[in-house]
């Protein structure tokens, strides 16, 4: 498929991926509209597949999908008693990711065949209890209720939701069996949610459980790090690789949102003081991500996120602004938007 430069991720004139970089460190040249089948595994692997059916579905416009997805999302103050962040579409894409026997998403893995994911799973109830919100479906309802039924009774006794698998990223490698700062923030974020719809507190009490292994250090077991040695500033890894540091921008930021929405149902957990830190460290790692008027996807591999990426960043910024106003947020939200609109088109 020629030769691409995985330095520039772009599109071509239908709208579709020139380039995508993929998760063995390859890149592949994807045009006219053929990028369906190439990206849908890799969607699954991260568990973003909702993000990706919304640029799917935009292919062949002139317009890059990911700006008409970032234009589509309502600019309001993030609630957690509210929407989820991003959009609200379902991720099961049968074959990638389809409803297994508990009636929650399980995941295909090249060589490996479907597994259990943490992440597919929260972001499946997050999915239904936006859509929830809206509609007001008892059909919806129950899918948000029942991933958060299924949060509860998988999660281990040290609070972790683990991966039972092997796998490969961008910046390195886990072994299983593996826990994600991403799973234990966006599982808070479910099941925050759903202890308000259902004032059962289970649910609360499984998300309070879920905030130890943040708090813990990576060397520890747990999943936080401090940022380039400064422990004033956590850290909080969606990969915790123990050989060197990943530092995933999407996985740190979706995390800060779960501690958030925990702190607000459960304001003497130490969530709260974690989330502000948080923050403080966002905003001294933020200028290390950019890259012209890109972002890169982490730190280890220093590979520029796909459009994709670039929008969910530019997504979660946003939120993050919204619940207090940062003017380095602001920058880099407006500086990382501005790439998207001026792809080519």
């Known amino acids: 498929m020629g030769n691409p430069d995985p330095q520039h991720d772009g599109l071509n004139r239908t709208g579709c991926f020139l380039v995508v970089t993929t998760f063995d460190n390859k890149s592949e040249e994807v045009c006219d509209c053929a990028y369906r089948q190439l990206l849908r595994p890799y969607a699954a ?10 640029l799917l579905a935009a292919c062949g416009s002139s317009v890059s999908p990911a700006s008409r997805m970032l234009a ?8 957690p008693a509210g929407p989820y962040v991003g959009p609200d579409a379902t991720n099961i894409d049968p074959p990638e990711i389809k409803l297994g026997p ?8 090249p ?14 109830g997050l999915g239904a209890y936006s859509r929830f919100l809206h509609n007001r479906a008892p059909a919806d309802r129950d899918i948000a209720v029942r991933a958060a039924d299924w949060l509860v009774s998988h999660q281990q006794p040290d609070g972790r939701w683990l991966y039972r698998f092997n796998f490969k990223f961008p910046g390195g490698s886990m072994v299983a069996p593996w826990a994600s700062a991403l799973a234990q923030g966006q599982a808070m974020s479910l099941l925050e949610r759903v ?6 507190r289970r649910y609360r009490n499984a998300a309070v459980k879920a905030l130890a292994p943040l708090e813990r250090p ?6 936080q790090r401090c940022f380039r040695g400064d ?10 690789t123990t050989s060197h540091p990943s530092y995933v921008l999407n996985g740190f930021m979706f995390t800060l949102l779960g501690v958030y929405d925990l702190a607000s149902v459960a304001p003497l957990s130490g969530a709260r003081g974690l989330y502000v830190a948080g923050r403080h460290t966002l905003t001294a790692a933020l200028p290390s991500y950019g890259r012209g008027g890109v972002a890169t996807y982490d730190l280890a591999s220093k590979l520029i996120a796909s459009q994709g990426y ?3 960043h530019v997504y979660l910024l946003r939120a993050l602004n919204s619940l207090q106003p940062e003017a380095e947020y602001r920058y880099y939200a407006n500086r990382w938007q501005a790439d998207l609109s001026h792809a080519p088109g």
């Open 310 to 312: 670039q929008a969910i």
């Open 195 to 200: 202890y308000r719809l259902t004032d059962q």
């Open 231 to 240: 422990c004033r500033l956590p850290f909080l890894e969606e990969y915790p």
């Open 102 to 109: 508990a009636g929650v998403p399980i995941v295909q893995y």
């Open 45 to 54: 692997r991260l568990a973003v597949a909702a993000v990706l059916a919304f």
């Open 218 to 223: 990576v060397s520890s077991g747990g999943l």
């Open 72 to 79: 589509s999302l309502p600019r309001v103050r993030y609630e």
């Open 111 to 124: 060589g490996i065949g479907y597994q259990q994911n943490p992440v597919t799973v929260a972001q499946y």
